[in-house]
């Protein structure tokens, strides 16, 4: 038997939308929709207008034109408290309420669905409870916030935004202050809840590693204010992350699907080695502005194992080495005119 899925109506739609600031539009004409359950990245450069562009789909700018529809109502139809109970949101700027508990930051997610007294319920606290448990912090919910890492209040600003139960999150920058790992934390949760939990979720980022690895789809702006949507392996084959990011500093390698810096190049080396030593000599090799190749050249780096060790021929000359990083402080103090 087969089965057809149906597709899905748009959560989230814009109608000829212009998003700009004091009569200048940074970005026009955007008809865009995103899906239930879709993890959408938008990326950049700095100053193109992502962070406009995420402030007035949560209705906190006015669009210059055009319109955004939200579960098919037009966001200029609700008020405040409705926007609230549809779409949460993240920015950047960080939260500076020391003597506030993570438990206290992330209840004020439920007040979009409290009396005018702001009691919550048995039922708000269970959802507080589990929208902290979501973001791993439980054994820290009774904390204050000073008393928590960067990276752990980022998580406690994203239980807050899951408290209010919306289907669309949005988030600006999430991982602007957070360290590498902390990154990587951040991304994973955002990704498990839109495939495992079926929130939508659009966030601002700078961190095009990860986005390419982790997003259903890419919102990037091009340098010419033109946003083009679509997966990161089509992006990356249609040549818009090369042209978008790519300066003589560094270029996007489409094989790879990775940014690599572009070095000054010396003279190419004949490599010979094998194995995981093998893969970081040739890393070392770049970093340093050799190319690692397999014909004859004028220098010559052998790597043998057992015991590990480097032999670089040059000439009659040979030396060896009993550690990567005292052959690449050798080859970087070399004279270029001797490679």
Aim: hydrophobic share 40%; glycine share 6%; proline share 5%.
């Amino acid at each position: 038997m087969t089965v057809t899925l149906q597709p899905q109506a748009p959560l989230l739609v814009t109608e000829n939308l212009t998003v700009g600031y004091q009569r200048r539009a940074l970005l026009q004409d955007l008809n865009l929709a995103i899906a239930q359950g879709q993890f959408v990245c938008l990326v950049g450069a700095n100053g193109s207008g992502k962070s406009t562009l995420i402030r007035t789909l949560a209705g906190l700018e006015s669009p210059q034109a055009g319109q955004v529809w939200l579960n098919g109502t037009p966001l200029t139809a609700l008020n405040a408290a409705q926007r609230a109970q549809r779409l949460s949101l993240v920015l950047t700027e960080r939260v500076d309420l020391p003597w506030m508990s993570v438990t206290e930051l992330v209840a004020l997610g439920r007040y979009p669905y409290t009396d005018w007294q702001g009691r919550l319920g048995p039922t708000d606290q269970q959802i507080v409870r589990e929208a902290i448990a979501a973001v791993g912090l439980t054994n820290l919910q009774a904390q204050p916030l000073n008393n928590i890492s960067d990276g752990e209040r980022q998580k406690a600003m994203i239980a807050r935004a899951l408290a209010q139960a919306t289907d669309l999150m949005l988030l600006d920058e999430p991982t602007a202050y957070l360290d590498v790992p902390r990154r990587v934390e951040v991304m994973q949760l955002l990704r498990f809840l839109a495939h495992q939990q079926g929130r939508t979720v659009l966030m601002s980022t700078h961190d095009l590693d990860l986005a390419l690895r982790s997003a259903d789809q890419l919102w990037l702006i091009t340098p010419s204010q033109r946003l083009v949507v679509g997966t990161p392996e089509e992006l990356a084959l249609e040549g818009y992350l090369g042209s978008t990011f790519s300066s003589d500093r560094f270029y996007f390698d489409q094989m790879s699907g990775q940014f690599q810096l572009q070095y000054q190049r010396r003279s190419p080396i004949q490599f010979t080695g094998q194995g995981l030593a093998a893969t970081w000599t040739e890393r070392a090799l770049t970093r340093l502005g050799f190319e690692a190749v397999q014909t004859p050249c004028p220098l010559r780096l052998d790597l043998q194992e057992q015991p590990t060790c480097w032999i670089l021929s040059q000439g009659d000359r040979q030396m060896q080495f009993t550690s990567l990083g005292a052959l690449s402080t050798h080859l970087q103090a070399l004279q270029w005119e001797d490679c």
